[in-house]
């Protein structure tokens, strides 16, 4: 059985090395794997461990197919999503996020479905939804 788990988002972003010391450093990720492209300017893959899961991530490298970053202000279709165990993880993490360069596109809020959500766009582009269950005291 494979140590790498069953579905994990691929994120095609650049600099790639931007995006792992913004994830590091915004979500706590930890690297548990690199591959540096042989010609030394690109990662040509990492995978990060995120709140207990794996996002893996690479530049682009247009040479071996259609998959590009995102270009400045261009919206991308896919999210990943976060879900903590405690609501104030919400609050900290879209903090300490949006500090550093993350846009905020739904502030943490209570949502009408029973839990702490925030919304925000990465530096490179991509969305992060994150979710954690309401305390009884919250509710």
């Not at 197919?65 to 896919?78: D, F, I, N, W, Y």
């Not at 490179?124 to 269950?133: K, L, Q, S, V």
Request: charged share 20%; with cysteine.
């Amino acid at each position: 059985m494979s140590s790498r788990p069953p579905v994990a988002p691929y994120l095609t972003v650049s600099p790639a090395a931007g995006a792992i010391a913004f994830y590091a450093a915004a979500f706590d990720a930890k690297q548990k794997a690199l591959m540096p492209a042989l010609d030394g300017l690109r990662i040509m893959h990492c995978e990060l461990e995120i709140n207990g899961g794996s996002v893996c991530l690479s530049d682009a490298f247009l040479e071996f197919g259609k998959a590009r970053s995102p270009l400045p202000g261009e919206p991308v279709t896919m999210s990943v999503s976060l879900e903590f165990a405690m609501a104030e993880e919400v609050d900290q993490t879209f903090a300490r996020a949006t500090k550093l360069g993350a846009i905020g596109e739904v502030t943490p809020t209570h949502s009408f479905w029973g839990t702490r959500t925030a919304i925000l766009r990465d530096p490179f582009g991509h969305r992060w939804i994150m979710n954690a269950p309401l305390s009884e005291n919250a509710k």
